[in-house]
Each structure stands twice: as structure tokens, then as C-alpha cells.
Nanobody
């Protein structure tokens, strides 16, 4: 089982930027997708960004296209989410998620991002 630890959250003003990191430990050779989700109280967790291990293809939620970038550093086993032009509606707990080829899932503990208006 992969262990995931997120960091980089915090309080930022509207229009600001943050970079989230997700450090992975454990077996990662069978990871199919590396993902960022976010969740606000009372709502379901939503997929924000995803990157496939097979070809490096990336998908982004419409709400963050043009503002967020997902990337990975395989040498450091770390996944990143670069967030720019942040809006108050981006306020949420952000979770890192790895999914294997046989659909086993690992979650991090989450990191709070708060964007003030």
C-alpha cells in the first residue's frame, strides 16, 4: 500500500498562488493514475486533476483549467499541484490520490487551502 502525505496548503488572497506537494512512499510501480481531489463541507469530493502513468496525459476539471497544473517528479516520488489565480471558490481540503492498475486506491490525509476575497 502506498502512503501519501500532502503539504503546501495554507491561506492565500484571491489571485494568489500555492503549490501543493504529495510525497509518496511504498510501492509505486503499479500506479495507473495520480490525482488531486478536493472537498468542501457538505459536498462530495471532486476530481481536480489527474495524470496517467502510461503516457503522462493530463486531465483537469473545467473549473481549474488554465489556472492549475499537475505534474510529477518521479525521482522524488512526489506529485504537485500548482495553483494560480486562486479564487475563494477554490477553498477546500485538497487530497492526493493514487490508483493502481487493479483499482486499489490510496489517499493522503488532506491539506487545507483557504482563499480569502
Amino acid at each position: 500500500q502506498v502512503q501519501l502525505v500532502e503539504s503546501g496548503g495554507g491561506l492565500v488572497q484571491s489571485g494568489g498562488s500555492l503549490r501543493l506537494s504529495c510525497a509518496a512512499s511504498g510501492p509505486t510501480s503499479d500506479i495507473y493514475t495520480r490525482n488531486w481531489y478536493r472537498q468542501v463541507p457538505g459536498k462530495e469530493r471532486e476530481l481536480v486533476a489527474s495524470i496517467k502513468s502510461t503516457d503522462g496525459s493530463i486531465s483537469l476539471a473545467d473549473a481549474v483549467k488554465g489556472r492549475f497544473t499537475i505534474s510529477g517528479d518521479n525521482s522524488k516520488n512526489t506529485l504537485y499541484l500548482q495553483m494560480t489565480s486562486l479564487k475563494p471558490e477554490d477553498t477546500a481540503v485538497y487530497y492526493c490520490n493514487f490508483r493502481t492498475y487493479d483499482s486499489r486506491i490510496s489517499w493522503g490525509q488532506g491539506t487545507q487551502v483557504t482563499v480569502s476575497s
